[in-house]
């Protein structure tokens, strides 16, 4: 990368280099590793990202084993900052300081005896501290006693910016946490309304649905009626015929009865006539000649059947 020539970038995406491009802790632990027999450098690698919307990077520094001494196995520590060089330096002081803790005994009586550890409440180190620095004891050694407190005091100024950086990305978390919640809450609220307006297009559609089988309800309701109108005329025609119909049949009924009464009563005069003809014969004499009845006239019997036509 342009911003970093000194480091390689790997095929993994992490940048890799060996910290020695320029004055600092880096270069102080590779010196500190040669003086106890290490022949290798520590390796570095690094890979730059974006958290909380600002620029980061992580650098996990590898030791190497010890070409000789067993004891001095391999290992690593990682450190975090804003800038490759700057978390460069905070890794090469972390591994610079377990170092010194993990190799407390085997750094007495060297220059580095007296550089700051972890855990300062070590009584070994609390020790060793107190003598370098107290004149009244037969290891003081004016240098030494500035140097150690010199490396205390960065030291110290390194875990509180250290602090003070931890701190902040805990802030800083929780702030995006927090706009992490808001930007839920607001695609939520945005998803609802999309939900809303997908089901008010719904219920639009719907109700143009109903509307429409409405009108054509509306519409056969109306074919319906006029069909049963014109049914209803219909039937109203054939009961007006019908009742014609049995009024005149009744009219039949009335002037057949009539004409039965009429026949009786001619069927009556014919056998009241026949009777007295019969009646007629009787008064004749027997032994007289009976005069030739008269041809009946056809106008009288015309006249007789005239009777029992009426």
């Not at 591994?95 to 409440?121: K, M, N, S, Y």
């Not at 602090?163 to 702030?175: D, K, M, P, S």
């Not at 007006?240 to 005069?269: F, G, I, K, M, P």
């Amino acid at each position: 990368m342009d911003d970093y020539p000194y480091a390689t970038l790997g095929a993994d995406g992490w940048l890799r280099c060996d910290g020695l491009h320029r004055p600092g802790f880096p270069l102080l632990l590779r010196d500190v590793l040669r003086r106890f027999g290490y022949t290798g450098s520590p390796s570095y690698r690094g890979r730059l990202y974006r958290e909380f919307g600002r620029g980061c990077c992580e650098v996990h520094v590898d030791v190497p084993p010890h070409p000789s001494d067993p004891s001095f196995s391999a290992w690593f520590t990682t450190a975090t900052g804003d800038d490759l060089d700057d978390t460069l330096d905070r890794a090469a002081h972390q591994a610079l300081t377990e170092f010194c803790e993990r190799h407390l005994q085997d750094t007495a009586g060297t220059p580095v005896a007296l550089l700051p550890i972890r855990d300062e409440g070590d009584p070994t180190w609390s020790e060793r501290l107190a003598a370098a620095c107290d004149p009244a004891h037969p290891t003081y050694h004016a240098g030494w006693a500035f140097t150690a407190r010199y490396a205390r005091h960065v030291s110290s100024l390194l875990r509180e910016v250290t602090t003070v950086g931890e701190h902040q990305r805990v802030r800083l978390e929780a702030y995006d946490h927090q706009v992490e919640e808001k930007d839920n809450l607001i695609e939520s609220v945005r998803k609802g309304n999309r939900e809303l307006l997908q089901e008010n297009r719904r219920l639009e559609m719907r109700n143009k649905e109903l509307n429409d089988e409405l009108m054509r309800t509306y519409r056969s309701r109306d074919v319906k009626t006029d069909l049963l109108d014109a049914a209803r005329t219909r039937l109203q025609h054939a009961q007006d015929e019908l009742t014609a119909a049995q009024s005149y049949v009744q009219h039949l009924e009335t002037e057949l009865h009539e004409r039965d009464d009429q026949l009786e009563a001619s069927q009556a005069q014919v056998e009241e006539l026949v009777d007295a003809v019969h009646h007629l014969h009787e008064l004749l004499p027997q032994d007289e000649e009976p005069e030739e009845e008269p041809e009946e006239d056809p106008d009288e019997v015309q006249g007789m059947s005239g009777i029992e036509d009426n």
